[in-house]
């Protein structure tokens, strides 16, 4: 796996890209060589976030953890990278080496069953008038949802708004490729 390391607004130590890239190695068993691991750090007040997001074909997988502390928050990303790894289990081995997926399970993750399935439990249609994206986020904010589909009025394609944890607001937008 490639793993790229960067600091936004703090210059990192080579004792903290060590430590990543070593706990980063972990996942080496589940992903192949092409796999792409972005590791990106950064400091705002008191507050350290740590942001990894692993690319590999076509999936994706990201987790973001803020500490006091650089370290714990590398701690907390890699778990979560792990419970994410560990929820798609069922998917990743038909396409990944299953052996080494399963020594990874057990060596590393000690968590209860997840469900092998997904049980969609409600179907909702709806008709998708076109929206400003601020009016999206005002109607989204109105039925107190944590995201709302539209279709953007000035390019006419499906779009998502959605709440971030941190308060602000995200759009998703299809990219044409």
Same mark, same amino acid.
């Given at each position: 796996?490639?793993?790229?390391? %960067?600091?936004?607004?703090?210059?990192?130590?080579?004792?903290?890209?060590?430590?990543?890239?070593?706990?980063?190695?972990?996942?080496?068993?589940?992903?192949?060589?092409?796999?792409?691991?972005?590791?990106?750090?950064?400091?705002?007040?008191?507050?350290?976030?740590?942001?990894?997001?692993?690319?590999?074909?076509?999936?994706?997988?990201?987790?973001?953890? %803020?500490?006091?502390?650089?370290?714990?928050?590398?701690?907390?990303?890699?778990?979560?990278?792990?419970?994410?790894?560990?929820?798609?289990?069922?998917?990743?081995?038909?396409?990944?080496?299953?052996?080494?997926?399963?020594?990874?399970?057990?060596?590393?993750?000690?968590?209860?069953?997840?469900?092998?399935?997904?049980?969609?439990?409600?179907?909702?249609?709806?008709?998708?008038?076109?929206?400003?994206?601020?009016?999206?986020?005002?109607?989204?904010?109105?039925?107190?949802?944590?995201?709302?589909?539209?279709?953007?009025?000035?390019?006419?394609?499906?779009?998502?708004?959605?709440?971030?944890?941190?308060?602000?607001?995200?759009?998703?937008?299809?990219?044409?490729?």
């Amino acid at each position: 796996m490639k793993v790229s390391i %960067t600091g936004r607004k703090v210059n990192l130590r080579d004792n903290f890209k060590e430590l990543a890239t070593k706990k980063l190695s972990r996942f080496d068993r589940i992903f192949d060589e092409d796999a792409q691991a972005n590791v990106v750090v950064t400091v705002e007040r008191n507050r350290q976030t740590v942001e990894i997001t692993i690319k590999s074909g076509s999936r994706i997988y990201r987790a973001e953890e %803020t500490d006091f502390e650089m370290n714990d928050a590398l701690d907390k990303v890699i778990s979560a990278l792990g419970r994410q790894i560990r929820k798609n289990k069922t998917r990743l081995e038909k396409e990944i080496h299953s052996a080494a997926l399963d020594q990874y399970v057990q060596d590393y993750l000690h968590t209860e069953e997840e469900p092998d399935e997904y049980k969609i439990v409600r179907t909702k249609h709806f008709f998708v008038k076109p929206l400003s994206i601020e009016e999206a986020i005002l109607q989204m904010n109105l039925l107190d949802h944590q995201f709302f589909m539209f279709r953007n009025e000035t390019t006419g394609e499906i779009n998502v708004v959605y709440k971030r944890k941190d308060g602000n607001y995200g759009l998703l937008e299809p990219d044409v490729e």
